[in-house]
């Protein structure tokens, strides 16, 4: 064949640019020779390892699970390195099913080489699918059917192996009249194929771009790339295209409450608009579609609905699916009934993005792409349809210059996805969606800051009811003292501020604090320091002559606040974790040092401190997302709920030495802020309530923090919205509080373990595992003090422009401040930051005179 009868990629070749992002990485196709394990005789060569009992019934595996944790195994010795397992099972239990494996190179089992699956429990068959990894060969599999008692029936497990692409489309840009995708040859070989009727050649490692044109005379066009490669089957990809201009018979109504903006569907397509006179908003494309298995965004076809204008809203019907739209005053709801999963409503939004939110894996800033690299490099960065316990609450949303656009659901076992810019369709709108087969979807439009679409989030179910306690609050107080006392937390250089021996042992003062309120008598220590726990209490500086060292402590961390801030009230990072972000400062590296500076001055009234905290404050008025606030380990653009914590402190503090209420809405603002890291659902016994620390991973590469709590992060955040709580009423901060405390005390090391009381730095849910290291437990007692309003700090009056800080409740009462302290016990206050410290051998009442103390 002459050259001209070829496409030939060198002279199509695109030249390399941004890394794009591509939802379907690493494509694998369906080999020969599936492996396909029955039960027509026997067991199949699985066993029963775990609270479970096996036997066949009419070809049936049937598992009669005895606990909450079954699990049944097998061994597979396959050599290959991509396997798809479909697990065929029936069951009218609710929970959990997971699948996990070994290979030759992982030969330990752990939550890296497993999937988990919400069990459809309805008495009938399913499939669940997963596809695995298994480098070195496919060594054991193991099933988890269920996570409860019950009978669990499996009909046929089967083992397809999988064969990676050769040719991957690796990205989509659409414009009117054509969608171009970008093919890359993957292999080490020239590939020769056909695209449509037209062959192509493709030296190794380089790519092409292949047009495809797309209808522009319709309002919604699936444009469709086919290639084939001999010995492979078809390599598919398709791109759904709306076009604003097409003609079509528009069927709408308006939107209550919404001046102006009307929602409206296209007769014979599968489309719905929101539109504000000529400017539209958001397109819904499809309005529900029917998904291809394991390809969220790509579809088996686009129905043609029939769209009928009812009381309330419009109603949709085509090839067995059915949507009822209603809009009402603040959100459009979409019910969506199909009898084959479906993917909808796909939510296109409009304009330049200004902010982003998936709860529990992306918070964006101003045009910031989703499922970047900025904070996570491994494959998991790739957030467009996760695993459904990754996300926090439900909750997708995306603010714009022209839209502020949210999605809400219910059903939890409903897959998500979100991208942007829309990486699927190649289009520069905003893309959302659900994917389920009856379902109810919220859909809300206004022009509003992304944390007001927080809290309608939140409203529109509610604050979940409390989570258990795992023990009474005196069992609670016995756990933590025995941590304190008997654990191996302490030995003779002082407490660990972790159990693992390579944590140093100092004479913490959080811990000499904690023992002292639960006793009553501070431990006599040779020395004490400041901190310890995430929560600090500096009771005992106050109680064993050492408020002078407390003084000294407090001020020089003021003192170094104040050398760091640069004239503009910044801070300014450098090192390692700049990487990943876009300029040298973030929300939660600032607020940190603001914290701390208007701190000293709530304690003191030092003016310094107060003037330079406030410089903070107003140059922190430019950040919108938490970030920021643990480069010991992440990028300073990593979204933080520490971020959320330090800047709600911050602001509080600022409005109560200043009275600027413009301060208190920044708390509250960032208090919201905070929400979206927190499990607001749950499927395991300890889930919610409980925190995801950041989005994104240490190093950029392991651990990944979302999905894996780590409770230390949410009781700080927890405690910084009880400061919050008596000023603002949006929400119940405290019960949020309580949520996240009761969560961290569920994660405890338990009794009877060397470990007992012990705050586990991570907890993973689906397999309900504790991860070291082992954290002291002072910042749940302190938190559960607080918020059972008792004293967990020394005390700050203002006693005529003094300050002073007393280790024990006290009261101004007329000319006189009364100390409500312990009988017998001797104990300093600190007057101005340590002007002057006063030493009393306490009565139990104590009473001073106010002209005495100035």
């Given at each position: 064949?002459?050259?001209?009868?070829?496409?030939?990629?060198?002279?199509?070749?695109?030249?390399?640019?941004?890394?794009?992002?591509?939802?379907?990485?690493?494509?694998?196709?369906?080999?020969?020779?599936?492996?396909?394990?029955?039960?027509?005789?026997?067991?199949?060569?699985?066993?029963a390892?775990?609270?479970?009992?096996?036997?066949?019934?009419?070809?049936?595996l049937?598992?009669?699970?005895?606990?909450?944790?079954?699990?049944?195994?097998?061994?597979?010795g396959?050599?290959?390195?991509?396997?798809?397992?479909?697990?065929?099972?029936q069951?009218?239990?609710?929970?959990?099913?997971?699948?996990?494996w070994?290979s030759g190179?992982?030969?330990?089992?752990?939550e890296?080489?497993?999937?988990?699956?919400?069990?459809?429990?309805?008495?009938?068959?399913?499939?669940?699918?997963?596809?695995?990894?298994?480098?070195?060969?496919?060594?054991?599999?193991?099933?988890?059917?269920?996570?409860?008692?019950?009978?669990?029936?499996?009909g046929?497990?089967?083992?397809?192996?999988?064969?990676?692409?050769?040719?991957?489309?690796?990205?989509?840009?659409?414009?009117?009249?054509a969608?171009?995708?970008?093919?890359?040859?993957v292999?080490?070989?020239?590939?020769?194929?056909?695209?449509?009727?037209?062959?192509?050649?493709?030296?190794?490692?380089?790519?092409?771009?292949?047009?495809?044109?797309?209808?522009?005379?319709?309002?919604?066009?699936?444009?469709?790339?086919?290639?084939?490669?001999?010995g492979?089957?078809?390599?598919?990809?398709?791109?759904?295209?709306?076009?604003?201009?097409?003609?079509?018979?528009?069927?709408?109504?308006?939107?209550?409450?919404?001046?102006?903006?009307?929602?409206?569907?296209?007769?014979?397509?599968?489309?719905?608009?929101?539109?504000?006179?000529?400017?539209?908003?958001?397109?819904?494309?499809?309005?529900?579609?029917?998904?291809?298995?394991?390809?969220?965004?790509?579809?088996?076809?686009?129905?043609?609905?029939q769209?009928?204008?009812?009381?309330?809203?419009?109603?949709?019907?085509?090839?067995?699916?059915?949507?009822?739209?209603?809009?009402?005053?603040?959100?459009?709801?979409?019910?969506?009934?199909?009898?084959?999963?479906?993917?909808?409503?796909?939510?296109?939004?409009?304009?330049?993005?200004?902010?982003?939110?998936f709860?529990?894996?992306?918070?964006?800033?101003?045009?910031?792409?989703?499922?970047?690299?900025?904070?996570?490099e491994?494959?998991?960065?790739?957030?467009?349809a996760?695993?459904?316990?990754k996300?926090?609450?439900?909750?997708?949303?995306?603010?714009?210059?022209?839209?502020g656009?949210?999605?809400?659901?219910?059903?939890?076992?409903?897959?998500?996805?979100?991208?942007?810019?829309?990486?699927?369709?190649?289009?520069?709108?905003?893309?959302?969606?659900?994917?389920g087969?009856?379902?109810?979807?919220?859909?809300r439009?206004?022009?509003?800051?992304?944390?007001?679409?927080?809290?309608?989030?939140?409203r529109?179910?509610?604050?979940?009811?409390?989570?258990?306690?795992?023990?009474?609050?005196r069992?609670?107080?016995?756990?933590?003292?025995?941590?304190?006392?008997?654990?191996?937390?302490?030995?003779?250089?002082?407490?660990?501020?972790?159990?693992?021996?390579?944590?140093?042992?100092?004479?913490?003062?959080?811990?000499?604090?904690?023992?002292?309120?639960?006793?009553?008598?501070?431990?006599?220590?040779?020395?004490?320091?400041?901190?310890g726990?995430h929560?600090?209490?500096?009771?005992?500086?106050?109680?064993?002559?050492?408020?002078?060292?407390?003084?000294?402590?407090?001020?020089?961390?003021?003192?170094?606040?104040?050398?760091?801030?640069?004239?503009?009230?910044?801070?300014?990072?450098?090192?390692?974790?700049?990487?990943?972000?876009?300029?040298?400062?973030?929300?939660?590296?600032?607020?940190?040092f603001?914290?701390?500076?208007?701190?000293?001055?709530?304690?003191?009234?030092?003016?310094?401190?107060?003037?330079a905290?406030?410089?903070?404050?107003?140059?922190?008025?430019?950040?919108?997302?938490?970030?920021?606030?643990?480069?010991?380990?992440?990028?300073?653009?990593?979204?933080?709920?520490?971020?959320?914590?330090?800047?709600?402190?911050?602001?509080?503090?600022?409005?109560?030495?200043?009275?600027?209420?413009?301060?208190?809405?920044?708390?509250?603002?960032?208090?919201?802020?905070?929400?979206?890291?927190?499990?607001?659902?749950a499927?395991?016994?300890?889930?919610?309530?409980?925190?995801?620390?950041?989005?994104?991973?240490?190093?950029?590469?392991?651990?990944?923090?979302?999905?894996?709590?780590?409770?230390?992060?949410?009781?700080?955040?927890?405690?910084a919205?009880?400061?919050?709580?008596?000023?603002?009423?949006?929400?119940?901060?405290?019960?949020?509080?309580w949520?996240?405390?009761?969560?961290?005390?569920?994660?405890?090391?338990p009794?009877?373990?060397?470990?007992?009381?012990?705050?586990?730095?991570?907890?993973?849910?689906?397999?309900?595992?504790?991860?070291?290291?082992?954290?002291?437990?002072?910042?749940?007692?302190?938190?559960?003090?607080k918020?059972?309003?008792?004293?967990?700090?020394?005390?700050?009056?203002?006693?005529?422009?003094?300050?002073?800080?007393?280790?024990?409740?006290?009261?101004?009462?007329?000319?006189?401040?009364?100390?409500?302290?312990?009988?017998?016990v001797?104990?300093?206050?600190?007057?101005?930051g340590?002007?002057?410290i006063?030493?009393?051998?306490?009565?139990?009442?104590?009473?001073?005179?106010?002209?005495?103390?100035?």
């Open positions: 064949m002459t050259l001209s009868g070829w496409i030939v990629a060198a002279v199509l070749c695109v030249p390399p640019g941004p890394e794009p992002v591509n939802p379907y990485p690493g494509e694998f196709l369906p080999g020969d020779k599936p492996t396909i394990i029955s039960f027509e005789q026997d067991t199949g060569g699985f066993r390892e775990n609270q479970c009992s096996l036997s066949n019934e009419n070809g049936v049937v598992v009669e699970s005895h606990g909450n944790d079954p699990y049944l195994s097998r061994d597979m396959l050599s290959g390195e991509d396997y798809q397992v479909e697990v065929r099972l069951t009218s239990v609710p929970g959990g099913l997971a699948v996990y070994t190179e992982s030969p330990g089992r752990g890296d080489k497993s999937q988990h699956f919400e069990l459809v429990a309805d008495g009938r068959w399913h499939a669940y699918t997963a596809r695995i990894h298994t480098p070195g060969g496919f060594r054991n599999l193991r099933i988890d059917p269920g996570s409860a008692k019950g009978r669990y029936e499996i046929e497990v089967r083992v397809i192996p999988l064969t990676a692409a050769p040719l991957v489309v690796e990205q989509v840009a659409a414009a009117d009249d969608v171009t995708f970008f093919v890359r040859n292999s080490k070989n020239p590939l020769a194929f056909r695209h449509g009727d037209r062959p192509v050649e493709l030296p190794p490692g380089e790519r092409v771009a292949l047009r495809e044109p797309t209808a522009a005379d319709q309002p919604l066009d699936c444009v469709e790339l086919n290639l084939e490669l001999p492979f089957p078809a390599i598919a990809r398709q791109a759904v295209v709306v076009h604003d201009d097409a003609p079509a018979q528009w069927i709408g109504c308006d939107v209550p409450g919404e001046a102006g903006l009307t929602l409206e569907a296209a007769q014979g397509s599968n489309l719905v608009r929101l539109r504000r006179g000529d400017a539209i908003l958001a397109v819904i494309a499809p309005v529900a579609a029917p998904s291809q298995p394991g390809r969220p965004g790509q579809f088996a076809r686009l129905p043609a609905f769209v009928q204008a009812v009381a309330g809203g419009l109603n949709l019907s085509a090839d067995g699916i059915r949507v009822a739209i209603r809009p009402t005053a603040g959100e459009i709801r979409f019910q969506i009934e199909a009898d084959e999963l479906v993917e909808g409503p796909v939510v296109r939004a409009r304009g330049g993005l200004e902010q982003g939110l709860a529990g894996l992306e918070y964006l800033g101003k045009g910031e792409p989703s499922s970047s690299k900025a904070d996570i491994t494959p998991e960065h790739l957030r467009f996760p695993d459904r316990l996300v926090t609450m439900p909750l997708a949303a995306f603010t714009t210059d022209q839209v656009v949210a999605l809400s659901w219910d059903d939890m076992r409903l897959q998500p996805t979100y991208a942007t810019p829309n990486f699927v369709d190649g289009t520069a709108e905003h893309r959302m969606s659900l994917i087969m009856r379902y109810e979807a919220f859909l439009l206004k022009q509003e800051p992304l944390e007001e679409a927080v809290l309608w989030a939140v529109r179910r509610g604050l979940p009811e409390l989570p258990d306690p795992p023990r009474s609050p069992e609670q107080q016995e756990l933590v003292l025995w941590a304190l006392t008997q654990g191996p937390l302490r030995n003779d250089e002082g407490w660990g501020h972790c159990v693992e021996p390579s944590w140093n042992r100092q004479f913490f003062a959080d811990m000499a604090s904690t023992i002292g309120r639960i006793t009553g008598e501070v431990p006599t220590t040779p020395t004490l320091v400041p901190g726990g929560l600090s209490d500096d009771y005992a500086f106050f109680l064993t002559g050492r408020a002078e060292i407390w003084a000294q402590s407090q001020r020089g961390r003021a003192q170094h606040a104040i050398r760091a801030q640069q004239p503009d009230g910044s801070y300014r990072y450098s090192g390692k974790y700049l990487k990943g972000h876009f300029e040298d400062t973030a929300s939660g590296y600032c607020a940190l603001a914290r701390h500076l208007l701190e000293y001055a709530y304690e003191t009234g030092d003016e310094e401190a107060l003037q905290g406030v410089r903070t404050l107003e140059y922190m008025k430019r950040f919108r997302t938490p970030r920021g606030a643990q480069t010991w380990e992440l990028s300073l653009h990593t979204p933080d709920i520490l971020a959320s914590a330090h800047l709600v402190a911050a602001y509080v503090r600022g409005y109560e030495l200043t009275g600027n209420r413009e301060y208190l809405e920044l708390a509250r603002k960032w208090a919201i802020t905070g929400i979206p890291f927190v499990y607001l659902w499927e395991h016994p300890v889930m919610l309530y409980a925190t995801i620390p950041v989005y994104g991973a240490t190093n950029w590469i392991a651990p990944n923090w979302m999905g894996l709590p780590v409770q230390w992060c949410g009781l700080v955040y927890a405690y919205l009880t400061m919050l709580a008596p000023y603002d009423a949006t929400l119940d901060w405290n019960r949020l509080a949520g996240i405390l009761i969560s961290g005390e569920q994660q405890q090391v009794e009877g373990d060397r470990k007992a009381g012990t705050l586990p730095d991570s907890f993973s849910l689906a397999s309900q595992n504790r991860n070291g290291p082992f954290i002291n437990p002072c910042a749940l007692y302190i938190l559960r003090r918020l059972s309003g008792e004293p967990e700090r020394p005390q700050v009056l203002d006693v005529k422009g003094h300050r002073v800080v007393v280790p024990f409740p006290a009261e101004l009462r007329g000319d006189r401040l009364i100390i409500h302290a312990q009988p017998g001797r104990y300093q206050i600190v007057i101005d340590g002007k002057s006063i030493e009393i051998e306490s009565g139990g009442k104590d009473e001073f005179p106010i002209a005495g103390l100035e």
